[in-house]
């Protein structure tokens, strides 16, 4: 890892607006869990589930809220919320170096690109025509930035992204590599004639807007006609697939290799696990949350959390199952009738109770 | 976006086979939705859903059917079917531009390398030994090309594609970035005595036939001793996996996501959703259609839709259904043993009847 | 395809414990199926669906268990496992050409890297600062290496790999391209104040053991603090994730696409379907077994195979099952309920028999 040059705990403290207890001029070098934190190192707790762990740490110091601060061996910081806090602390320990402006030799930049002088371009980017990059901007190695795009200051394209022609990224997005923004969406009208698709071309492109990020692998296609849009502080995991079209509400967060296909809206503030799937032509309210591997083919018009799939069994136990799904309606037609059945004995009882 | 020289509208009726209601000499300049677009700008009617939008529309033109030519309030083109007059015309607004013949400064391009001057390589490609390429190609920015790859007339790799060696293309395919094709099947032998895998090198290449196209982040692996291939026509939508030895029919259609196991062999005119997953060794009818998130274990003799996993419910209402799933056998079994018991009962009544 | 020379029987046999039945100066150029292969040709037997094949099969030479060695129309080479022995040859006839030790033209190089003479760095490859190359490695075309990155003796990665800083490779690793490792976890803290995410940087890199194999597209994310770590022989398919913290054990395959989630530590020796996701914090037991496109939601302790999900079926039966499954749980407390009215049925004819 790289080597940080340390900070004092009070300023640390001072930066996330907490307390220290003990001694504030204690050196912090690195972050650690509170299990391998040593001499040096600043660790958090977050998690009841970790006590044995806190009242054990050899940490530098913890974060911790006022309830806990009596099992912290060592120095403390003091904060309403320890995760939040160690969240923002966590920026000062980042591997990635400051931005060293210029454009690195290899670099293959148009004549009518503007980039800002503050910028880094580094070896084998290759910048299309009337590009536009902003202050403080990280091309990465390998990227491929196609023409017209726009990126806003402070944006970071890791190695090997690519952006298309007419994509716009706002301000501080992260893009990781080996990411796509701008890709045809996936339109063909069928000819009933022949049997083939016809491709319709895809004349949008694709708006990201601030602080966004966007995992390693994933995909985002330009719109048919109209851009495609994610909106601000959403946070996209890996090789997730946004298809044309799609509108990703400010604020949620999508874990990784969910897909979500053409023109659904997703609303702000959802969450959604990993590996799920959510149809075309949607709309997801907002503050939805959706489990893992959950298919979504209606639009959700009440926020709460949603399901779909069966859980995991023994392989035998589940074959013997999967053969009961296929005649459910079968199974639960049967019920019905038994019902019924039931219904007239008992009726007939009750008639014999004249008697 | 691009600005594009108009076409008047009597030139894209002729295009489409269409008859232009009202003023032939309007000029369009780009292509909208019914509900955006304003003057100088071509929009479609397909679905009656939009008819109140077809109605209110401020399109310079619309392509209608001889059905909805009267709800049009401006100029229109009358063909059998608008959508597909639309995928037709859209090539003429298409963001790419023509090819510039040339290989540009900062690619490396090996000496046995065979290059059409009329292609074009961009900065940063690498172009392998043996490597044929056709007229009017396109190889993008970054794109690598592996040794003996042959590449049709007319393809385009966009930027940061991956072919390895021995992958033939034929006319016309569109690759889109972050595609892989020709990477290792993934063939081990299991070492029973060590519990090791033994690789099996994977010696067949890709075989892609004409017009294909292939979305952004698809794998397609090389055969283990014969090409994977993908016939004429076939769409591929980002972030597909298609393992080795597969063969896809011509003119099948595929959304993102979805996963095909080794050796399966997928028909003619399918359509399989998104995320579906085909597991190895099937063979799937012509005119097969899977749903999205389908899991294919067997092989479909019989063309129709095809659908498997469970819907979307309330979490916690899923997770009490997800327990009895569970149970289902036992569940059947109650039940055929409540249906024997009540035949039991109502047989006794019956013998009762004779008292 | 390559050319290969040609080995003689007798050395191909030596080379797999094998012994030659036929003549063992016949020479083998290449590799084929029972079905394709002919003069010159080797091919192997290891599955009795194939018999008929084996006996009409033209090949040179077969490789056959002592069993079916009477079935072999040619020549053969008999050992205990054909197809293990088969995938020990497949070595000696890939595509691949030995490591040419240099570094090409176009590639960019930190000085304060250090790479072995033996070592092979191709054109457009990007190699960052105190990154060291091992002996016979090869860096494929437009690859990315991240500042501090380690790669071992032997490794091999394909074109376009992007390795963040601080990715250690063992020996013998190879990597597909399009695979990303290193990448940030996904790993934010929620400020309920704001509604926003908060970035919390992923401090631990990568740790790849020896003779592990990574697919196409996979991305395995670089640890929150410790290294996310995959031990040695693992064998990752195309589009794999692997999230941060995760930890999969020795020798463990897991087929394309599958999603593992943050924490999660995988067993040794266990294989995994396609298209499965294992959500976070989990255990897997060594020697697990997950069917294709399961979730796997809670930690396994036993070994043994398991799955989830449903089968497939028509799509309009799927429908009608799909409903009920929404109604399961009311279901079985149906029947439940029928249980007991009959039950009291039963009891009160029991009472009557003493009438």
Same mark, same amino acid.
């Given at each position: 890892?790289?080597?940080?040059?340390?900070?004092?705990?009070?300023?640390?403290?001072?930066?996330?607006?907490?307390?220290?207890?003990?001694?504030?001029?204690?050196?912090?070098?690195?972050?650690?869990?509170? =299990?391998?934190?040593?001499?040096?190192?600043?660790? #958090?707790?977050?998690?009841?589930?970790?006590?044995? =762990?806190?009242?054990?740490?050899?940490?530098?110091?913890?974060?911790?809220?006022?309830?806990?601060?009596?099992?912290?061996?060592?120095?403390?910081?003091?904060?309403?919320?320890?995760?939040?806090?160690?969240?923002?602390?966590?920026?000062?320990?980042?591997?990635? +170096?400051?931005?060293?402006?210029?454009?690195?030799?290899?670099?293959?930049?148009?004549?009518?690109?503007?980039?800002?002088?503050?910028?880094?371009? &580094?070896?084998?980017?290759?910048?299309? /025509?009337?590009?536009?990059?902003?202050?403080?901007?990280?091309?990465?190695?390998?990227?491929?930035?196609?023409?017209?795009?726009?990126?806003?200051?402070?944006?970071?394209? /890791?190695?090997?992204?690519?952006?298309?022609?007419?994509?716009?990224?706002?301000?501080?997005?992260?893009?990781?590599?080996?990411?796509?923004?701008?890709?045809?969406? #996936?339109?063909?009208?069928?000819?009933?004639?022949?049997? +083939?698709?016809?491709?319709?071309?895809?004349?949008?492109?694709?708006?990201? &807007?601030?602080?966004? &990020?966007?995992?390693?692998?994933?995909?985002?296609?330009?719109?048919?006609?109209?851009?495609?849009?994610? &909106?601000?502080?959403?946070?996209?995991?890996? =090789?997730?697939?946004?298809?044309?079209?799609?509108?990703?509400?400010?604020?949620?967060?999508?874990?990784?290799?969910?897909?979500?296909?053409?023109?659904?809206?997703?609303?702000?503030?959802?969450?959604?696990?990993?590996?799920?799937?959510?149809?075309?032509?949607?709309?997801?309210?907002?503050?939805?949350?959706?489990?893992?591997?959950?298919?979504?083919?209606?639009?959700?018009?009440?926020?709460?959390?949603?399901?779909?799939?069966?859980?995991? /069994?023994?392989?035998? =136990?589940?074959?013997?199952?999967?053969?009961? #799904?296929?005649?459910?309606? +079968?199974?639960?037609?049967?019920?019905?009738?038994? +019902?019924?059945?039931? /219904?007239?004995?008992?009726?007939?009882?009750?008639?014999?109770?004249?008697?």
């Amino acid at each position: 890892m790289t080597e940080t040059k340390g900070h004092v705990l009070s300023s640390l403290a001072a930066r996330v607006g907490g307390r220290v207890s003990g001694d504030p001029t204690v050196v912090i070098h690195s972050l650690a869990t509170l =299990q391998t934190a040593g001499s040096g190192q600043l660790s #958090f707790f977050a998690n009841s589930r970790y006590l044995a =762990q806190l009242k054990s740490s050899r940490a530098e110091a913890v974060l911790v809220n006022e309830a806990h601060l009596a099992d912290v061996p060592g120095h403390a910081i003091v904060v309403a919320d320890p995760y939040l806090a160690f969240a923002r602390l966590s920026a000062l320990f980042d591997w990635r +170096e400051p931005v060293v402006p210029g454009i690195a030799a290899g670099a293959t930049v148009a004549p009518t690109a503007q980039i800002d002088p503050s910028a880094r371009v &580094e070896a084998g980017a290759v910048i299309g /025509e009337d590009v536009r990059i902003g202050a403080q901007v990280c091309i990465g190695a390998n990227v491929v930035v196609g023409a017209r795009c726009e990126i806003g200051e402070g944006c970071r394209l /890791e190695a090997n992204v690519t952006l298309y022609p007419d994509v716009t990224l706002g301000k501080r997005v992260l893009v990781h590599s080996g990411a796509v923004l701008g890709a045809d969406g #996936f339109g063909f009208a069928h000819d009933g004639g022949s049997g +083939e698709w016809v491709k319709i071309c895809q004349l949008g492109g694709v708006v990201i &807007e601030d602080d966004v &990020e966007i995992g390693a692998g994933t995909t985002v296609d330009r719109g048919a006609l109209e851009p495609t849009r994610i &909106e601000r502080g959403v946070k996209l995991d890996n =090789q997730i697939q946004v298809a044309h079209n799609v509108r990703i509400g400010a604020h949620s967060a999508i874990a990784g290799c969910t897909a979500i296909a053409g023109s659904t809206k997703i609303g702000r503030h959802c969450t959604i696990a990993g590996m799920s799937g959510i149809t075309g032509h949607l709309e997801i309210a907002d503050g939805t949350h959706i489990t893992a591997m959950s298919l979504v083919s209606r639009s959700i018009s009440r926020p709460g959390a949603y399901s779909s799939g069966t859980g995991l /069994e023994p392989h035998q =136990q589940w074959k013997r199952n999967v053969v009961r #799904f296929r005649q459910l309606d +079968e199974l639960a037609r049967r019920v019905r009738k038994l +019902e019924q059945t039931l /219904e007239h004995i008992s009726t007939e009882g009750q008639d014999d109770d004249g008697c």
